[in-house]
């Protein structure tokens, strides 16, 4: 070795020689990028989040594919035709390929100056997406209205020396034989000492149930976009219900003039024609709970996304239904989804929701005009809950 | 161990090239693992300080080197003593070659001017300096914090061309009153007056203008940030001022690319084959490695948009040795830069041997070789040398309310400024600024416009 090769290092403290086997700059600047892209994911989650099956998919993450951040300089606007110099047997007036652009028909712009097109695909865990919100949000925790009605499970909880050799702790009674020799050295050998068996113990639990409906209009004045905007924001409200709730159920129904239960998957794509008859649509919503729910066990919610016409001869009716079904649930939300016409609520449903929440229900509403207004609408409902919450717990 | 063989070569090849005339300080060579290599080749300084976009390069070196295309075999800084990071997975062949190709380098960067000039500022330390630098930013990083630094470092490192290397690195700020010229002209009527009282006429005329800031376009953006932001704290300044030595280190690695590459590599082959000590497997070796290195376009390709460097310059330099001798390619390798070896030295005839061509790329992909022309040849090879690299972008005013007027020279560069980039740019400067920033550029139209932040 050179005698003074590690002048280059520069590492405080002397021995610099090999500093750069143990730790390397590239990669947590890296790192560094990595962090930056995930700060500016958290700030589009959710025009990001609104395609694609989630609500009730498989699937606890979210896949995000994202260019690499550019660091800007100061360049030149690209021009329509650009002169370069380069090297080969050619003749003037050849047409040459762009090497570039063999790369597939999928990549875009020519790589040499965009130094090609890189993506990750960074993947989330929705769970830390929706603690992240919150806790950025400052939303309250929704707390369960029903009382507990008790059940119980077991949970693990301790070592002991005797047990049933089932529950035999392999690793910990290793462990406690090499405490007890010192060495795991030669063949080791157990005595009744060393062994540990798990216990369990019996744990009470409130049984949470709850359940969420999400009742959209669909009749033909709501557009593709509408509905995309309207599943946005039921998605969110999942997920922050999923908070509280270790099972939540969810029932979709549509409705036109008529209504009908959805699965998931389906009720995304249901377009339907004709006029709006929101009646219907909380008359079904109130068979099923009398159906399958007890409002005794079970929080109820209701998320109900229309753009706000109701046929003017259902008022009385969508009124009544939509009373009796405030009485059974916790909350009931609505969400007016008019992309382009923001009317702020000043539509017939609108007025309905606005009434209920006048006479104290626990009940509240957004309009929705766009991608941008879903974390107002979710921070409006969770916040709406929560008040309503505190109002209804003395 | 290989290391020891190629150690026992270095003696003898700097004896060598010494003999050939060649003239360098004392070189240290350190073999190196390849992860490291990549890592002065994203930073380009062995140490460097941390900031994200290295990371971006990173990850793009890291793919490259996936795909296999790329293999460094050595790195050099220049320097007295100069320091030469060798990859350890060279082969003994590998490292006798870049031996000789790193004292070419060594020779060159000790001679040319405008390394030298470069180099009288910077010191011959530069790779301590930067070292420092990193130091010192890792601690504002304690003290200051991650976001606040690194708000420094965004606009700081975007601006990293922007420097006037004909200033010195450690120029003075401007004068801060203008010389009132009138005061000092006597004319007749001062002159009568102050026969009839000269109390009075001494008393009136020592008013100073201040003088504007800057009194002329200031190219030197790093510099002019440090100096002028209204509210920068000092460790901020610092960091300006630390990129910008680092730019002032760059520069002329940058701007003497064809020659330098093309000078280490005629040194190479040439030192090579004088080397009779090289075993002969070895040797051949190395020429193969040679002729790897300097190959005009990739082994799968008939032709390339783009040209070699290590090819062009190896194959000027062989050609003005063999015509004007060696003492005049010495006399060259000193006194110019790329522009001006490119332009007097890239013959019509050399251009045809090689089979240089121009062309036109359309933004829809069409590409068509164009009709030879020996300076617009040259003007292509040279056209992303100039202004290093960057748009001609300089400060213009300061406003009272603090707001610093960037202009764009459109009509110099022939076209505007991306938009996009340029407004994150103003986003960036605008954070350390602390006052608006204005930018005037032209628009697709060559109608001027005016970016501002915020």
Redesign the interface.
């Given at each position: 070795?050179?005698?003074?090769?590690e002048?280059?290092?520069?590492?405080?403290g002397g021995d610099a020689a090999k500093w750069?086997?143990l730790f390397?700059?590239?990669?947590?600047?890296?790192?560094?990028?990595?962090e930056?892209v995930r700060e500016s994911v958290r700030q589009h989650l959710p025009q990001i989040v609104a395609g694609g099956e989630l609500i009730n998919g498989g699937s606890r993450t979210v896949r995000v594919p994202i260019r690499?951040?550019?660091?800007?300089?100061?360049?030149?606007?690209?021009?329509?035709?650009?002169?370069?110099?380069?090297?080969?047997?050619?003749?003037?007036?050849?047409?040459?390929?762009?090497?570039s652009?063999q790369r597939g028909p999928g990549e875009k712009g020519?790589g040499?100056q965009d130094?090609?097109e890189?993506q990750l695909l960074l993947e989330f865990k929705i769970d830390d997406i929706v603690d992240w919100l919150w806790e950025e949000m400052q939303l309250p925790n929704l707390k369960a209205r029903v009382g507990p009605s008790e059940d119980s499970e077991w949970v693990r909880e301790g070592w002991d020396r005797r047990g049933a050799r089932s529950r035999l702790d392999r690793r910990r009674s290793f462990k406690e034989l090499v405490k007890r020799r010192g060495a795991p050295g030669a063949t080791p050998t157990f005595t009744d000492e060393d062994l540990r068996f798990r216990q369990l113990a019996r744990r009470r639990q409130p049984a949470i149930h709850a359940v969420a409906f999400f009742l959209l209009d669909v009749s033909g004045s709501m557009s593709d976009r509408d509905r995309k905007l309207a599943k946005t924001f039921f998605f969110w409200v999942v997920q922050g219900l999923r908070r509280e709730y270790r099972s939540l159920e969810t029932v979709f129904v549509a409705h036109t003039t008529e209504a009908w239960e959805f699965t998931e998957a389906e009720f995304f794509q249901v377009s339907g024609t004709g006029g709006t008859v929101a009646s219907t649509g909380f008359a079904k919503v109130q068979e099923i709970i009398d159906e399958r729910y007890n409002p005794n066990r079970c929080n109820i919610y209701l998320f109900y996304a229309s753009d706000g016409d109701n046929s003017v001869s259902d008022a009385a009716d969508a009124r009544e239904g939509l009373s009796a079904i405030a009485e059974d649930a916790c909350f009931t939300g609505y969400v007016e989804v008019s992309s382009g016409l923001s009317r702020q609520l000043a539509t017939e449903t609108g007025r309905l929701f606005a009434d209920l929440s006048a006479a104290g229900c626990a009940a509240g509403s957004y309009a929705l005009n766009d991608f941008d207004d879903v974390w107002g609408a979710v921070r409006h409902f969770f916040s709406a809950e929560g008040r309503a919450e505190e109002a209804a717990s003395p | 161990m290989t290391d020891n063989t190629w150690q026992s070569y270095t003696r003898r090849i700097e004896e060598l090239a010494a003999r050939s005339g060649l003239k360098f300080h004392p070189v240290d060579f350190e073999a190196v693992p390849d992860t490291f290599m990549m890592e002065i080749a994203v930073y380009g300084l062995p140490v460097r300080m941390p900031h994200w976009s290295f990371g971006v390069r990173y990850i793009y070196q890291l793919i490259q080197r996936h795909m296999g295309h790329s293999r460094l075999f050595e790195v050099v800084f220049p320097g007295n003593p100069g320091h030469a990071y060798l990859a350890s997975s060279n082969g003994l062949a590998e490292n006798i070659l870049v031996t000789a190709h790193v004292l070419g380098h060594a020779d060159f960067s000790r001679n040319n001017l405008l390394f030298q000039r470069c180099q009288e500022q910077v010191s011959e330390h530069i790779v301590e300096h930067a070292a420092n630098h990193a130091r010192q930013i890792q601690q504002a990083i304690e003290t200051h914090g991650l976001q606040r630094v690194e708000a420094v470092l965004d606009a700081a490192l975007a601006l990293e061309q922007h420097i006037d290397v004909d200033q010195s690195l450690r120029r003075t700020r401007y004068p801060e009153y203008v010389e009132d010229k009138k005061s000092l002209e006597e004319d007749g009527f001062r002159k009568r007056f102050a026969q009839l009282d000269p109390a009075a006429a001494s008393t009136g005329v020592e008013h100073k203008k201040r003088a504007p800031i800057p009194p002329h376009s200031e190219r030197d953006l790093l510099w002019f940030v440090a100096q002028y932001a209204p509210e920068m704290e000092s460790w901020e300044r610092d960091i300006f001022l630390a990129v910008r030595e680092e730019s002032f280190y760059f520069y002329p690695v940058f701007a003497t690319q064809i020659m330098n590459e093309g000078w280490a590599s005629y040194w190479h082959a040439r030192l090579l084959r004088e080397a009779e000590f090289v075993p002969q497997q070895a040797y051949l070796d190395a020429i193969k490695c040679h002729s790897d290195v300097v190959r005009p376009v990739a082994a799968d390709q008939q032709v390339a948009l783009s040209i070699n460097p290590y090819h062009l310059g190896f194959a000027m330099w062989e050609k003005i040795v063999e015509k004007e001798g060696l003492e005049a390619a010495r006399n060259i390798m000193i006194q110019d830069d790329d522009f001006a070896f490119v332009r007097n030295h890239l013959t019509r005839e050399l251009a045809e041997e090689l089979n240089l061509f121009r062309y036109s790329a359309r933004n829809d992909g069409q590409i068509k070789v164009l009709e030879p022309d020996l300076t617009a040849l040259h003007e292509a090879v040279l056209g992303p040398k100039y202004n290093f690299g960057a748009p001609t972008v300089s400060a213009k005013h300061v406003r009272n309310d603090g707001t610093l007027e960037l202009v764009h020279d459109y009509t110099l560069d022939a076209r505007g400024l991306d938009l996009e980039r340029s407004r994150k740019v103003l986003d960036y400067l605008q954070r350390v600024w602390r006052r608006p920033v204005q930018l005037t550029t032209t628009n697709q139209a060559g109608l001027a416009l005016e970016l501002t932040a915020p």
């Open positions: 070795m050179a005698p003074n090769s002048s280059g290092g520069g590492q405080p750069y086997e390397s700059r590239g990669a947590r600047d890296w790192l560094r990028h990595d930056k690499m951040l550019e660091h800007y300089h100061f360049r030149l606007r690209r021009p329509e035709e650009q002169q370069g110099a380069g090297q080969g047997k050619v003749k003037p007036g050849d047409v040459l390929a762009d090497p652009r020519p040499g130094e090609g890189v | -």
